[in-house]
Structure formats: C-alpha cells, structure tokens
C-alpha cells in the first residue's frame, strides 16, 4: 500500500484548512516548526502546519549535519545547554537509527592556541559524563604518534595529541521530512508553499492566519485557538511591531570538496586561531566542512556563500591539512543559511559565543513565538512548547514524543541488493527508505539507473519523492530530497532537464510550467556558484 503524501494530499490539506478550525497552527516547516506539529499531534491536538517554501527550504535544510552536544559550550560553562543536547543526541540515535548515526570525531590540540591537552581532556570527560544513556563509545586520548597514526595527513608541527570523542550524522532536510511525516501520520494537517501573510486577530487576540497558496495563488483564512510562530530568522514579522529585533542572525556556509583531497579518515574537529572550530566530515567520497559564523544584516531570503567565507574555510582547512592545497576550483558546492540566535540587551558576544539556547515568548495578542535552539534539541523544544499550549487550552496531555520512533524501518543491506541494485545505491537507499517505499517504484522504466554519474542516486527516488514526500518543484527534489545539488559537480543542473519531465508526468505539469522549474533551478545554481567570479572561476 503506497503511503502516499503527495500534491494531492497537500490540496486535501488545504481544503480542510479552509473548512476546520484547530486547536494549533503552526506557522514555519523548519526542524523547530515540524517537531512543535508532531508533539502537538500526538498530544491530541488538532494541529495544522503551513510552510512558505518547502519543508526544510530555511535554516534547517543548510546545517552542519550534525547532531551533536555542542562540546565547544563547556569551555564556558553552558553545562545545562550540553547536557539537553547530548541527552535529545542519545535519544534520536536510539529512535531514528535510520536517520541519526554515530560519528566518531579526532580533536586535535596544538601548542600554540587552545585547548590545551588537559583542558581538552578535561573537557571530554564531562562530555561523556553528560551522556547517561552511553548510546556512543566512550572518549579516548591519542598520544602525537598515535593521533597521526589514526589521521597521518594532519599537521605535526605544534601537535601535542588528539581526542576522540563521538556525535552523530544526519540528512538535515530528510530528518525534517521524517518529522513532518510523523507528524502527519498521527493527524496533522501539513502543507508546504502556504505562506501565512499575516495573523488574523479579533478582539486584539490571534485566532489564525492568512494563507497565500503559493502554487495556485489561492488566498484563505485558517482559524486556530493557538498560533505558533516558528519561522525563525524571519520571526519577528509576524510578531507586533517590537522596539527591538528578537533574532541576531548570524551567516553560516558550508563547502563540499572531494575528500580524497584531504584523505581524512574519520571526521575532525578543527580549533582555528580565532577561536572557532571547523568541522571536517565524511560525506561518502566527499567532505564537508563548515562553518563560519558571521553578524548577518542583509535581506534573509537572499543568502548565499561569498569568496571571502569560501577562503576562511580552505584556509583553516589547508593549514590543518598541508598537503591538501586546496583551492576555490576544488570546492563541488557551498550553501549558506542565517542562525536564528537570540539577541540579549546589551550583548557583545562575538557571534560564535553567541548561547544556543531556545525561548518562548507569548506576545499580548496572545502569538507564541519560539527561537533559538540547534537541529539537536528540536524535540525537546518543541515538548516545551506543547506544554505551553495544552496549558493555554486547558488540556490534559495525552501523550509526547519523548520515546516515539522516528524515520523508515531498517532492513538489511542485502534486501536492497535483492533488488537489483548495486552496493553502493543500495546502502544509500537503506539509509533514506524503508525497503517497501523503494519496491513500490522500481518497476517504472530506468528505475534502478543512476541519475547521476558517479552518485548513488537512482531515479525510483525521484517518483518516490513526489508521491510520498510532497515534492512539489524541481529544487525540492535536487536539493532537498535527493541531495543531488550538493553532491554533483554541475549542481545537477545536467540532468534538471530529465527529473523536471519525469515529474511532469506525474504532477500534470505543461511544457510551459517544466521551463519554469528549469529555469528557477538554473538560477539557483547560478547564484550558488557566484563565489567562483570572485576568483575568476
């Protein structure tokens, strides 16, 4: 039985918008807005979520990948922040096993900036005390010889010694799309490219929003008892005007370079003489490494990386990395995105120094707002938002998300190769799909062909996507579902052609609406690789 979540399942969606009123909405299908849905759904509520672009399109489908405690917040005594997010770590890798997966980290120390050793050492042994459900391996600590042995393309000057601790990996965009959907199977009512234009009040009190359907232009009204706000950098535009902004964003990007450039061998946590730290990941054949944490003050629906962020990271990286040389040419791709950080009165903190930490705030129109917080701790946010709201209704909880399963079914490798289908496209399907969702689109002609050269990526996923996850446009596919935009060496704008048409056929598109898509991909990419101008690229 195909578990369908589709165009025509968002219309439906729409349709009852238009017709119910519900006890929440949500305003916002980033990470924080999509686990405010699911806890508020599966604490009986009746729950709308609308989202102006795609569900991920914002800050929480352009992380870091990471979900992590936060070790470099123990070096100022954010203990409570560390623990929450180690503990919401250990929870996702026991409840999303599909989605969350362990990733052991080298932390190399050097002698002319900190941390130093035993502060270092010092600092893993709290981190690891802070993890009670010991869901990782515990910290270790190399000596040089050691540490160069695990990593031998490190810089030796200055080294002396490196820790290894562990955290975990994700699809930031694919753990959002997991969240949403959980959030609709236990009832509620999702819909992405719905933008609430502004709040409708009466008696001064919110009691809904304005909807614009971005694909037919539509307009409506849906009503709710209960308005979150959770649209983070952008929050305070629904928010009645404030004598100050709620949000300090900050600019973050990201480069994927081939990692055989570098030759790590397991992901590495970089200090950087000012203070930073960089990450190196594994991402299959390639690296991804990020980030920068820069005051943002432009337009946030326009941020994309720049030459001078794209040279901080090589920089750091080829310092760390001497042999890897690396250059503007090697970068595959780079994304930015804006942090939704909480501004504090009189805050001088450097933007990296800046706490993680979330906030509510319940406006007197009645608005609840929620900022701040990481990938991480996006459940545990959104349980304190869902308490905030049974309170205000005066509910009994009925249940949470605290030990609720999340993500696809895991099956063996071996299913996926029963298929038909190479190692390689199998294990990268067994980590996004349950076996099911990829034999109901196996049978379509060219299926199980690579879309791209050299990448995992078969075309089943591209129906998949449309039919069960709400694909709507052609970037939701390429960037967001299948990853191709960061991955392919071209941003696949080669093959945008063929994946526009494949889901023409399906979503009823014209040739005048394919050119569209095209064309809005082409400027995407356009203005993803504009940094390379700046270099003469």
């Known amino acids: 039985m195909t578990e369908e979540f589709s165009a025509r399942t968002r219309a439906a969606n729409l349709a009852r918008m238009r017709r119910e009123t519900f006890d929440v909405l949500i305003v916002g299908g980033g990470i924080v807005g999509a686990g405010v849905a699911r806890e508020a759904a599966c604490r009986g509520l009746r729950t709308a979520l609308v989202e102006r672009g795609d569900f991920a399109s914002g800050t929480s489908g352009k992380t870091s990948r990471l979900v992590h405690g936060g070790l470099r917040y123990l070096r100022n005594y954010r203990i409570r922040l560390v623990w929450q997010a180690v503990r919401e770590r250990d929870r996702l890798l ?33 981190y690891d005390l802070l993890s009670t459900r010991k869901s990782v391996p515990r910290r270790a600590w190399l000596r040089l010889e050691e540490a160069l042995t695990r990593e031998p393309r490190l810089r030796g000057e200055g080294l002396a010694g490196a820790g290894v601790y562990y955290d975990a990996w994700t699809d930031d965009a694919r753990l959002v799309l997991a969240v949403v959907k959980d959030a609709a199977a236990e009832g509620a009512i999702v819909a992405n490219y719905a933008e609430a234009t502004e709040l409708v009040r009466e008696e001064d009190e919110v009691c809904g929003a304005r909807i614009v359907d971005r694909i037919t232009g539509d307009r409506f009204d849906v009503r709710a008892s209960v308005v979150v706000n959770a649209t983070g950098v952008w929050l305070d535009r629904l928010r009645i005007p404030r004598p100050h902004p709620t949000i300090r964003p900050t600019k973050g990007i990201h480069i994927f370079v081939p990692r055989a450039k570098l030759g790590h061998h397991q992901a590495i946590a970089l200090p950087v003489r000012d203070g930073r730290v960089v990450f190196v990941l594994p991402w299959g054949d390639l690296t991804l490494i990020g980030t920068t944490d820069t005051d943002f003050a432009g337009d946030p629906d326009a941020v994309v990386p720049d030459a001078p962020d794209v040279d901080y990271l090589l920089s750091a990286v080829n310092e760390a990395f001497p042999e890897a040389r690396l250059v503007p040419e090697d970068v595959v791709s780079a994304y930015a995105s804006l942090r939704p950080l909480l501004r504090k009165a009189g805050q001088d903190a450097s933007e990296s120094e800046v706490s993680r930490e979330h906030e509510i705030f319940e406006d007197e129109d009645g608005l609840v707002s929620v900022a701040g917080g990481k990938l991480t701790t996006h459940r545990a946010m959104a349980e304190d938002v ?18 609720r399963p999340l993500g696809p079914s895991a099956s063996p490798l071996d299913d996926f190769t029963n298929l038909g289908l190479d190692e390689a496209s199998a294990s990268h399907l067994q980590m996004r799909y349950s076996l099911e969702a ?17 990448r995992p990526h078969i075309w089943a996923e591209v129906e998949l996507a449309v039919r069960e996850e709400m694909a709507l446009r052609l970037s939701d596919v390429l960037v967001r579902r299948l990853g191709l935009f960061y991955e392919a060496a071209d941003q696949a704008f080669g093959v945008a052609v063929q994946v526009a048409s494949r889901m023409g056929r399906i ?31």
């Open 94 to 126: 026991v409840r999303a096993p599909t989605l969350v997966h362990p990733l052991p980290f080298v932390i190399p120390t050097y002698r002319d900036r900190p941390p130093g050793p035993l502060a270092l050492r010092f600092g893993l042994f709290l």
């Open 386 to 403: 869902g308490k905030r709201i049974v309170a205000r209704l005066g509910r009994r909880a009925a249940g949470s998300t605290r030990n």
């Open 438 to 454: 990829v034999q109901r689109y196996l049978e379509s002609p060219g299926a199980r062909d690579r879309i791209v050269h050299g």
């Open 507 to 537: 979503l009823g598109w014209n040739p005048r609406t394919i050119e569209d898509e095209i064309a809005a991909y082409a400027e995407l990419v356009r203005t993803h690789r504009a940094f390379r101008k700046d270099h003469g690229g």
